[in-house]
C-alpha cells in the first residue's frame, strides 16, 4: 500500500485541473498580453481563474495577483508593504513562528534598518491579541501572521486579531499567510480585516508554481519584480496561464462540499492522534481540538531520530516530512518546535503527518500498523 | 587560434623500456576526455613529445578543462603550427600571436628558439637574436630580459614551426591505468573522494565501497555518494562501486559490543567486507580517508585496530594533511559542495558521546567475541546483497 502523508508538503494535482493545463499548454497557448484572438483567450482564462478564487474568499476579481506561489506571494507582500508604507513608520511586528518565506523576508527588512517584533506562541502554538497588544506602536506600519502554522497545525486567532487592528490601528496593514489554510477554513478577508493573503497552488491539488497574493483594494504596496506591467504593473512577466488556470480549478473543487471534507479530515484526524497516542513514548503536539487545523499531525517519538522514522516509514510506502522539512533538507532545529517549548531532546525526534481529502482512514490503519511495529524496534537502537 | 596543444609530462619520460606504455596510456585517456569536447582532435606522439592537434572549430577552454584532467599531463601548452615558408613570415607568426595573447605589452621576454630540425639556415641563437628584434620593433614598450623574463617565448623548429608562450598547468601524476587497481571507502564526507583522486593520480584504477544504513541513512545520502564517484571519475575514470547494507551488521554490533567501541568495531567489519570485494576484483589495496587524529576512530591506536583486519595494504594518502588542506583540494577537484551536503553517514548515526580513542586491540578482539553467533552470516548476507553501480564521470 502507498499511503501519502505529507499534504502539507505538496498534493498531487487534481484531474481537472492538470487537463485544464495541459489544453492551455498545447492548444489555446496565447501570451495573454498579445492582441490577437489568442491572446484574448489566454486573457480571458486569467480573468476566469481570478473570478474563481476570488468568489472563494468573497473579494473582487480585481483584488487577485497571480504570482509563482506562496514564496513570492508573502515575498510581495511584506517587502511591498514595507517599503510602500516607510515613511509612516518603520516597526513591523510578524511571529516566532512563520515559515521561512515570512521569517527570512522579515529579516532582509532587519538588515534594511526596520525594527522587527517577533510575537511569542502558547505551548499548542497560539498567538494571543494581548501580546500584539503590548507591542504595537504609534509607528508600527506592518503585522505579518500566519493562519494555520505547517508544522503544528495552530489555527491562528487571525479573525480576532485583524478586526481588532481595523478598530484601532487602521492604518496598519495586515498580511496573512494562507498557504497551510487557503482550502481548510473559510477564509473572509473583509469580515476579519485582513488586507493582504498569501496562497499557494500546489498545497491545494493546484500545480506547483503557481499561488496568489490578495491585495485589498487601495493597499499600496510595491512591487518586487519589475518589467511588462503585467498585471497593473504589480507583477510583472507574462502570466503563466496553464498554471493559473489550474489553480483557478483547483480553488474552485477544494471548497466544494467544503463542510463535509473538513469533517471528513477532522474525523481522520481524531482517529489518527487517538490511535497514534497509544504507542509508548509518542505525543502529539499542538491542540486536538479545533483550534488546530484538521489535516496536520505532529507527532514526536521518544528516543527516535525524526530523520530514521521518516526512512523507515518510507521503506513501508508511507511518506511524511521530519519536522518542519517542507522546503530544505538541512536538518535545522525548527523554530515552531522550539517555540512551543518542546523539550531538546524531541527538536529531533518530531514528523508531521498531513493529510488530504483523498486520505483514507484504511490508509491511516495501515500506517498505524506499521508505526506500532517499527516504533519500539527503533527505540532499541539509540544513539548514546 | 591555436592549432594544437603541445602536452608536456615528466615523469613518464625516465621510465626506460616501459615508456611507451605510459606514454600510449596517455594518449588513450586524451583521447577518451575529449570525447566530452565538440571538435575533431588528433592526438599524436612524435618524437617523445604528445601533440593534441585540432581541426576546425573548438572552444579553448572546454580543451584546457578537459586536459587538465588527465593525469600524467604536467603542463598544456597552446601551440601555434606554421609551415616553414621562410624567416619573414615566422616573425610575422610571433608578432600577430603576441599582439593577439598580450594586449598590455608591458612585459619584459626572451626568445627560446631550439631547431629539431638542424639544417635550417640560422642557428638558435642567430634566431633568438633575430626575432627579438623584431619584437622590439613591433612592440616598443616591451623589453628583453633573458634572466626573469615574464614572457617565454619558445619558438621550435620541427617539419613544422611550432611558437607557443604559455604553459598550463596539468594535474602531474601518472596516466590512469598504468599501476593496477585499489578499492577505494568511499563515505559520503569531504576526506574519502580526495583520497581516491590522489591514489588515481599514481595512475592506479579505482574501485569503491561504500556502506549504507537504511533507514538510519537515506536515499539520498547513497545518491550523494554516486555523485562523489562519478566526480571522482571524471579524473580516474569508471569507477565500479559497491553498495553495502550494514544496517544488519551495525545493530548486531550495536546490541552485543561496548558502545564506546562501537566505531572501531565497525570499522573493522567494513575493511573486511570492502577487503573481500577488494580481492575479488584484483585491486592491490585498499585506499581510506584518514588523517591522524582527526577523529576518535582516526588516532594510530585506532589506525593500528582497524588495520589488523586487512591482509591487503591500506593506503592512506591523507595521512598527515590538515583539514584544511584536504578541503583545499575537494574544492579543486569539485568534490566539495557534494561532500558537505548535510545527510547522515552510518558512521555517525550510532556513533557514542565518548568514544575510546586509544582502543586496546586485545580488548576489541574480545569484545568482538560476543558477535560469533551470528556475524559470519551477516557478513555473506551483507556481501550478498550488495548492489553495484558504476559510476562515469560526466
Given at each position: 500500500m502507498e499511503c501519502y502523508l505529507d499534504n502539507s508538503a505538496t498534493t498531487k494535482c487534481s484531474q481537472a485541473a492538470t487537463e485544464k493545463m495541459v489544453e492551455l499548454l498545447t492548444k489555446e497557448f496565447g501570451n495573454p498580453s498579445s492582441m490577437h484572438e489568442m491572446g484574448m483567450i489566454a486573457e480571458n482564462e486569467v480573468k476566469a481563474a481570478a473570478e474563481k478564487i476570488a468568489s472563494t474568499l468573497k473579494v473582487q476579481p480585481k483584488e487577485i495577483y497571480f504570482t509563482s506561489g506562496g514564496t513570492e506571494s508573502n515575498n510581495l507582500a511584506i517587502l511591498g508593504v514595507a517599503d510602500a508604507a516607510k515613511r509612516r513608520g518603520m516597526h513591523v511586528i510578524t511571529s516566532m513562528i512563520e515559515h521561512p518565506s515570512v521569517a527570512n523576508p522579515f529579516h532582509v527588512l532587519e538588515e534594511r534598518g526596520y525594527e522587527v517584533t517577533y510575537l511569542p506562541v502558547d505551548e499548542q502554538g497560539h498567538i494571543t491579541l494581548s501580546d500584539l497588544q503590548n507591542v504595537i506602536r504609534d509607528d508600527t506600519i506592518l503585522v505579518s501572521l500566519m493562519y494555520i502554522n505547517n508544522e503544528i497545525g495552530a489555527i491562528e486567532p487571525i479573525s480576532e486579531i485583524g478586526n481588532w487592528l481595523k478598530a484601532n490601528y487602521p492604518e496598519v496593514v495586515f498580511h496573512v499567510d494562507a498557504i497551510q489554510a487557503?482550502?481548510?477554513?473559510?477564509?473572509?478577508?473583509?469580515?476579519?480585516?485582513?488586507?493582504?493573503?498569501?496562497?499557494?497552488?500546489?498545497?491545494?491539488?493546484?500545480?506547483?508554481?503557481?499561488?496568489?497574493?490578495?491585495?485589498?483594494?487601495?493597499?499600496?504596496?510595491?512591487?518586487?519584480?519589475?518589467?511588462?506591467?503585467?498585471?497593473?504593473?504589480?507583477?510583472?512577466?507574462?502570466?503563466?496561464v496553464p498554471a493559473i488556470a489550474g489553480l483557478g480549478v483547483a480553488a474552485q473543487e477544494i471548497y466544494e462540499q467544503f463542510d463535509e471534507k473538513i469533517a471528513h479530515l477532522y474525523e481522520l484526524r481524531d482517529y489518527f492522534i487517538s490511535e497514534v497516542s497509544k504507542i509508548d513514548g509518542v505525543r502529539v503536539n499542538g491542540a486536538a481540538d479545533h483550534s488546530n487545523a484538521p489535516h496536520i499531525v505532529s507527532v514526536s517519538t521518544k528516543g527516535v531520530r525524526a530523520e530514521v522514522l521518516l526512512h523507515a516509514l518510507e521503506d513501508k510506502h508511507i511518506y511524511v516530512s521530519a519536522g518542519s522539512a517542507c522546503s530544505s533538507n538541512k536538518p535545522a532545529v525548527s523554530a515552531t518546535l522550539k517555540a512551543i517549548g518542546l523539550p531538546n531532546d524531541l527538536l529531533d525526534a518530531t514528523v508531521r503527518f498531513s493529510f488530504s481529502v483523498h486520505t483514507t482512514k484504511e490508509e491511516l490503519d495501515y500506517a498505524l500498523s506499521q508505526m506500532n511495529q517499527l516504533i519500539p524496534m527503533l527505540q532499541k537502537y539509540t544513539r548514546h | 587560434m591555436y592549432?594544437?596543444?603541445?602536452?608536456?609530462?615528466?615523469?613518464?619520460?625516465?621510465?626506460g623500456k616501459n615508456r611507451y606504455l605510459f606514454e600510449d596510456a596517455l594518449v588513450k585517456n586524451i583521447n577518451i576526455n575529449l570525447k566530452q569536447v565538440d571538435g575533431n582532435f588528433n592526438v599524436r606522439k612524435e618524437n617523445g613529445r604528445v601533440y593534441v592537434e585540432t581541426e576546425g572549430d573548438y572552444d579553448f577552454d572546454e580543451v584546457v578543462?578537459?586536459?587538465?584532467?588527465?593525469?600524467?599531463?604536467?603542463?598544456?601548452?597552446?601551440?601555434?603550427?606554421?609551415?616553414?615558408?621562410?624567416?619573414?613570415?615566422?616573425?610575422?607568426?610571433?608578432?600577430?600571436?603576441?599582439?593577439?595573447a598580450y594586449p598590455d605589452k608591458h612585459f619584459t621576454f626572451k626568445v627560446d628558439a631550439r631547431r629539431a630540425r638542424k639544417n635550417y639556415p640560422m642557428t638558435s641563437m642567430e634566431i633568438n637574436a633575430a626575432i627579438g628584434e623584431r619584437i622590439l620593433e613591433a612592440f616598443p614598450e616591451t623589453k628583453v630580459d633573458v634572466h626573469h623574463p615574464q614572457v617565454m617565448i619558445h619558438i621550435e623548429v620541427?617539419?613544422?614551426?611550432?611558437?607557443?608562450?604559455?604553459?598550463?598547468?596539468?594535474?602531474?601524476?601518472?596516466?590512469?591505468?598504468?599501476?593496477?587497481?585499489?578499492?577505494?571507502?568511499?563515505?559520503?564526507?569531504?576526506?574519502?573522494?580526495?583520497?581516491?583522486?590522489?591514489?588515481?593520480?599514481?595512475?592506479?584504477?579505482?574501485?569503491?565501497?561504500?556502506?549504507?544504513?537504511?533507514?538510519?541513512?537515506?536515499?539520498?545520502?547513497?545518491?550523494?555518494?554516486?555523485?562523489?564517484?562519478?566526480?571522482?571519475?571524471?579524473?580516474?575514470?569508471?569507477?565500479?562501486?559497491n553498495i553495502v547494507n550494514f544496517t544488519d551488521i551495525q545493530l548486531y554490533i550495536y546490541e552485543k559490543c561496548p558502545h564506546e567501541e562501537l566505531t572501531i568495531?565497525?570499522?573493522?567489519?567494513?575493511?573486511?567486507?570492502?577487503?573481500?570485494?577488494?580481492?575479488?576484483?584484483?585491486?592491490?589495496?585498499?585506499?581510506?580517508?584518514?588523517?591522524?587524529?582527526?577523529?576518535?576512530?582516526?588516532?594510530?591506536?585506532?589506525?593500528?585496530?582497524?588495520?589488523?583486519?586487512?591482509?591487503?595494504?591500506?593506503?592512506?594518502?591523507?595521512?598527515?594533511?590538515?583539514?584544511?588542506?584536504?578541503?583545499?583540494?575537494?574544492?579543486?577537484?569539485?568534490?566539495?559542495?557534494?561532500?558537505?551536503?548535510?545527510?547522515?553517514?552510518?558512521?555517525?548515526?550510532?556513533?557514542?558521546?565518548?568514544?575510546?580513542?586509544?582502543?586496546?586491540?586485545?580488548?576489541?578482539?574480545?569484545?568482538?567475541?560476543?558477535?560469533?553467533?551470528?556475524i559470519d552470516a551477516l557478513f555473506e548476507e551483507a556481501i550478498a546483497s550488495t548492489e553495484v553501480v558504476i559510476c562515469k564521470g560526466e
Open positions: 487557503y482550502g481548510k477554513i473559510l477564509i473572509r478577508p473583509k469580515k476579519e480585516g485582513i488586507d493582504l493573503l498569501s496562497v499557494s497552488g500546489h498545497k491545494i491539488h493546484g500545480p506547483k508554481g503557481s499561488g496568489f497574493l490578495y491585495i485589498r483594494d487601495k493597499i499600496k504596496i510595491h512591487p518586487i519584480i519589475f518589467g511588462g506591467g503585467q498585471q497593473k504593473g504589480m507583477r510583472s512577466g507574462t502570466e503563466n | 592549432q594544437a596543444f603541445l602536452i608536456k609530462y615528466a615523469e613518464i619520460a625516465i621510465k578543462e578537459a586536459l587538465s584532467r588527465v593525469f600524467g599531463i604536467v603542463g598544456i601548452c597552446p601551440v601555434i603550427m606554421i609551415e616553414d615558408t621562410g624567416f619573414d613570415d615566422m616573425a610575422k607568426a610571433v608578432i600577430d600571436h603576441i599582439n593577439e620541427r617539419p613544422l614551426i611550432n611558437i607557443y608562450s604559455t604553459e598550463i598547468p596539468g594535474p602531474g601524476g601518472m596516466p590512469t591505468g598504468t599501476a593496477g587497481k585499489g578499492m577505494l571507502l568511499l563515505s559520503g564526507g569531504i576526506d574519502s573522494p580526495v583520497a581516491g583522486y590522489m591514489v588515481a593520480k599514481r595512475g592506479v584504477s579505482l574501485e569503491a565501497t561504500y556502506f549504507h544504513a537504511p533507514p538510519y541513512t537515506s536515499e539520498r545520502a547513497k545518491q550523494k555518494v554516486v555523485d562523489l564517484a562519478k566526480k571522482v571519475a571524471r579524473y580516474a575514470g569508471p569507477i565500479k562501486l568495531i565497525m570499522r573493522r567489519y567494513m575493511m573486511k567486507i570492502a577487503e573481500h570485494f577488494a580481492k575479488e576484483d584484483g585491486c592491490l589495496g585498499l585506499i581510506t580517508g584518514e588523517s591522524i587524529g582527526q577523529v576518535a576512530s582516526q588516532t594510530m591506536q585506532s589506525l593500528l585496530a582497524t588495520n589488523e583486519v586487512c591482509e591487503l595494504p591500506v593506503y592512506r594518502p591523507l595521512i598527515a594533511f590538515d583539514k584544511n588542506d584536504i578541503v583545499a583540494v575537494s574544492e579543486k577537484i569539485d568534490t566539495y559542495e557534494t561532500s558537505i551536503l548535510p545527510y547522515e553517514d552510518c558512521c555517525t548515526i550510532f556513533v557514542a558521546k565518548h568514544p575510546v580513542t586509544k582502543p586496546n586491540l586485545e580488548r576489541i578482539k574480545k569484545s568482538e567475541l560476543a558477535l560469533n553467533e551470528k
